[in-house]
């Protein structure tokens, strides 16, 4: 299957059209810095390495280990394991990752979202391929992902119908959540995307037999 | 009294601050740890930015200052930077003793009776055999300038970098530098560490973290544990012994370093006498 993913497109809950095609130039470029390998890998960050390869996110944060002390914590705390369900977490970091045109970020929670338990179509519609609206039943997660949409898109306040969408099916900590689980996605989106980071091979292979690359 | 200031007293963090002045040398030795030669870059930390540490080190409870590099005094303002950091700490400068003309001796008056000492490298007592790896004309040099430095005040130490020396030459290498007028407690003698060139020609004793004191140790591409850390290879600056990229305030790769220190068990630093 070819790659069929939206570089940043500023869509909406209300856009006329929800499914873009476009293709991910230049996959096999080499990351814009050095990964740093384990033999380099900074005293504060050591112990992120555990017995090898932390993965490229930690290998390029490990240049500044001081930012990557307090970022992986964070990032940990914002994308994993919470009082969200892991499922609803998906939703937000793969349809932001999408709308934020981040290969490494999509491929690599592709597989995540599969393990979470979103189905095939799902993840199609949240990659922008398919118009969620048809795919997703529930109105909570319908309003998540028009959240995701309107917090991504950045264009000033969100709007009120996305706001009581997701009022209706959500604590005010849980906005806040799902909110922040939007922004430091999209951290993470700029960091891969500006960086080429790549995508691990099991990913790749993975998401090559899912029909999902 | 700062946690810095209380780990020094205590003995649980060195008391000095190194700091890279710059990079690059007019020798280029086969064990040269920075890869230092004419024409690498020069990565210099600038007057300002050395007298500033000084001040801050002296503000968090250091104890000491010591700058090395690259060869120091190849920068023309040093000996004015060394006199205003010794008005905050005692300053030991390492320098490879080469380039004390006349002129630049005259040139030292800054520092003449302030806190500043220098540590110049000599490693054999013979000519032939010293400049072997450190380039010819060295010793003479070094053993001409030795005495001019001493006559005029400056404290000066000899540090002996080698593989291993036999007992005889290293008698004759003590007694050429007591008749340069440097007393034997101002003589050190330690290992080659393979970092850097060291590397490239097989030398030298491979240096883990706790094989070195952690000497906070400052330059421009950030903060390391030792002044063994900010090697190069290959043209790159190696990350292994890295801090912090913060290196302003002291106080965070300071901080960062007790952090380190205090989670490993006391008195492990000493294993290889490095110094
Ligand atoms: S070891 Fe010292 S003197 Fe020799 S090249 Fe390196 S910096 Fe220069």
């Not at chain 2, 070195?212 to 063994?228: Q, R």
Request: hydrophobic letters at 45%.
């Amino acid at each position: 299957m070819e790659c069929r993913y939206a570089s940043y497109e500023p869509v909406t809950s209300s856009a006329a059209s929800l499914t873009v095609e476009i293709a991910w130039p230049n996959v096999s470029r080499m990351s814009a810095v050095r990964l740093l390998a384990a033999g380099e890998a900074p005293l504060l960050a050591r112990p992120y390495y555990g017995d090898g390869d932390p993965g490229p996110i930690v290998a390029a944060l490990a240049h500044v280990p001081e930012l990557l002390e307090v970022a992986l914590p964070f990032i940990g705390a914002a994308l994993g394991p919470s009082a969200l369900s892991w499922r609803t977490k998906e939703l937000v970091i793969v349809r932001v990752s999408a709308l934020a045109g981040c290969r490494y970020c999509v491929q690599t929670h592709t597989a995540v979202a599969l393990d979470a338990g979103l189905s095939r179509e799902e993840i199609l519609a949240l990659r922008l391929s398919l118009d969620y609206r048809e795919v997703f039943a529930g109105a909570a997660e319908r309003a998540v992902i028009a959240w995701s949409d309107a917090v991504a898109a950045g264009h000033g306040p969100v709007s009120g119908q996305a706001r009581d969408g997701l009022r209706a099916h959500f604590a005010e900590h849980e906005t806040v959540e799902l909110t922040v689980t939007a922004g430091a996605t999209l951290m993470l989106n700029r960091l891969a995307t500006a960086l080429e980071l790549p995508t691990s091979p099991g990913t790749l292979s993975r998401l090559t037999s899912e029909g999902l690359l | 009294m700062s946690a810095i200031a209380e780990a020094v007293a205590a003995g649980r963090l060195p008391g000095r601050v190194w700091m890279y002045a710059d990079y690059h040398c007019n020798l280029a030795c086969t064990y040269c740890l920075t890869e230092s030669a004419p024409g690498v870059p020069r990565r210099e930390l600038g007057h300002e930015r050395m007298v500033e540490i000084a001040a801050e080190a002296a503000e968090l409870g250091f104890t000491d200052l010591g700058v090395t590099g690259g060869e120091p005094f190849l920068l023309m303002s040093l000996p004015g930077t060394l006199a205003e950091m010794a008005e905050h700490l005692p300053v030991l400068v390492l320098t490879n003793g080469t380039l004390f003309t006349p002129k630049r001796l005259a040139r030292l008056e800054p520092i003449l009776g302030r806190r500043v000492a220098m540590q110049i490298s000599l490693d054999r007592p013979d000519p032939d055999a010293n400049d072997g790896m450190r380039g010819p004309e060295n010793f003479g040099k070094v053993v001409e300038a030795i005495p001019r430095l001493v006559e005029r005040g400056i404290r000066v130490r000899i540090a002996t970098t080698v593989e291993s020396i036999e007992e005889a030459e290293l008698d004759r290498l003590c007694a050429l530098h007591r008749d340069l007028g440097v007393p034997d407690e101002d003589h050190v003698i330690r290992p080659i560490v393979r970092r850097g060139r060291a590397v490239d020609h097989g030398l030298g004793v491979t240096a883990r973290q706790q094989d070195l004191p952690a000497e906070l140790t400052i330059t421009t591409d950030g903060a390391f544990w030792s002044p063994f850390g900010p090697t190069v290879s290959a043209g790159v600056v190696d990350t292994d012994l890295l801090i912090t990229r913060t290196t302003r305030p002291l106080g965070v790769p300071a901080g960062a370093l007790l952090r380190l220190v205090e989670n490993r068990p006391p008195g492990d630093d000493v294993a290889l006498n490095i110094r």
